[in-house]
């Protein structure tokens, strides 16, 4: 048995897999299984994923019909040996060091969830995420709780690094690992319903409200490439749907660890996050055949629904993430659809803003 199984879901990024491979093969744990999935790859992923495992009998190749991320986690999951597992993402890379460094503090710990520290890659730019203020290992139910509530809002960080909880990936699966041992006393697994969205949060809630030890090193791990996309281009009309399945998925493991009332404020700020992220895509895309008159009907409508309704009347403001999203709920509020899509250009404008002042 390896000491850790590493699972790579992997679908059409042949310009950065080989960095991600040889960032596994390179580390200091060598005693590694490394399993490459292969999501149907219409580009050369696949045969990158089959020369380093001609090269290296630690690699494991799964060709399979493209299913979407979830399905691949789940197909390595599956095939997966060792005492501890990860996954990472295919299109990034890890410090040398990282697994030896998770694997020793969760051995010293005897911890079953060890995490620590993301760096996000912008082209040339290098950010580090420091997720708390210092090294723990705890057994707290409260503490976990908190970790876990930390996935729906990063405010509720616990012990928050100086400067204030990171700004995103608290709930990556990548800078995690995870005994085996847990994940089958659980039934853990990636939820497909979501269709491949927040699926890796849920994931990361059902890591801390179901584990019994967790420990975090204030270490960077793993680095994170932000590769750029429209937030106006796409049209998604189906995230309308895919939010109902994440919401229904979050509603079944509160109820299912009894953590509907300790997580219901948390929830609340993150409906007005889904809420937030759907907004490019859902309505005010441009290519939305819709004259913007129905648009602004139908999501006057949803705002309406459950469980919109009940965060935007319930929600803890101070917690919300960042100004937008304070904006966002203040036009909510006022059931105003045309008072949220100012909001929403309002914020597209600050992101390009600032991408060009960062170049």
Same mark, same amino acid.
């Given at each position: ?162 400067? /204030? ?7 990556? +699966?990548?800078?995690?690992?995870? $005994?085996? !041992?847990? #994940? *089958? ?94 907004? /490019? ?7 939305? +055949?819709?004259?913007?008159?129905? $648009?602004? !009907?139908? #999501? *006057? ?59």
């Amino acid at each position: 048995m390896p000491k850790l199984s590493a699972v790579v879901p992997v679908y059409n990024v042949e310009r950065y897999l080989d960095q991600l491979i040889e960032s596994l093969r390179q580390q200091t744990l060598q005693d590694l299984q490394i399993i490459l999935v292969d999501d149907g790859s219409p580009d050369g992923s696949g045969a990158i994923c089959d020369r380093h495992g001609a090269q290296d009998g630690r690699i494991q190749v799964i060709h399979k019909q493209n299913g979407g991320v979830g399905a691949a986690r789940n197909d390595g999951l599956a095939a997966a040996t060792g005492e501890w597992i990860y996954f990472c993402d295919s299109d990034d890379y890890l410090e040398p060091d990282a697994l030896q460094r998770l694997v020793e503090a969760g051995e010293a710990a005897q911890a079953e969830v060890v995490f620590g520290d993301v760096a996000m890659i912008s082209g040339d730019k290098r950010q580090l995420m420091r997720f708390h203020k210092e090294a723990f290992a705890t057994s707290d139910r409260e503490v976990l709780d908190r970790l876990a509530m930390t996935v729906f809002g990063r405010k509720y960080c616990y012990l928050p690094p100086e400067g /204030g909880p990171a700004a995103c990936c608290y709930g990556g +699966p990548w800078n995690k690992i995870v $005994r085996r !041992e847990l #994940l *089958e006393r659980e039934g853990i697994a990636f939820d497909l319903s979501v269709q491949g969205i927040c699926d890796d949060l849920l994931y990361s809630i059902y890591l801390f409200a179901g584990a019994r030890r967790v420990a975090y090193v204030p270490v960077v791990i793993y680095n994170y490439r932000l590769l750029g996309g429209s937030i106006t281009h796409t049209y998604k009309p189906q995230l309308v749907d895919i939010n109902k399945a994440i919401f229904a998925a979050w509603e079944g493991l509160m109820a299912r660890y009894g953590k509907a009332e300790q997580f219901r404020d948390a929830y609340h700020v993150f409906v007005i996050r889904r809420l937030k992220a759907m907004l /490019g895509s859902c309505f005010f895309s441009r290519k939305d +055949p819709r004259s913007m008159k129905a $648009r602004y !009907e139908d #999501l *006057e409508a949803l705002i309406c629904q459950e469980p919109y309704r009940t965060a935007i009347r319930e929600v803890d403001r101070k917690m919300l993430q960042n100004r937008y999203d304070v904006l966002l709920w203040k036009a909510a509020v006022k059931g105003s659809a045309r008072r949220i899509h100012m909001v929403f250009r309002l914020s597209v404008l600050a992101k390009r803003l600032k991408g060009y002042l960062g170049r």
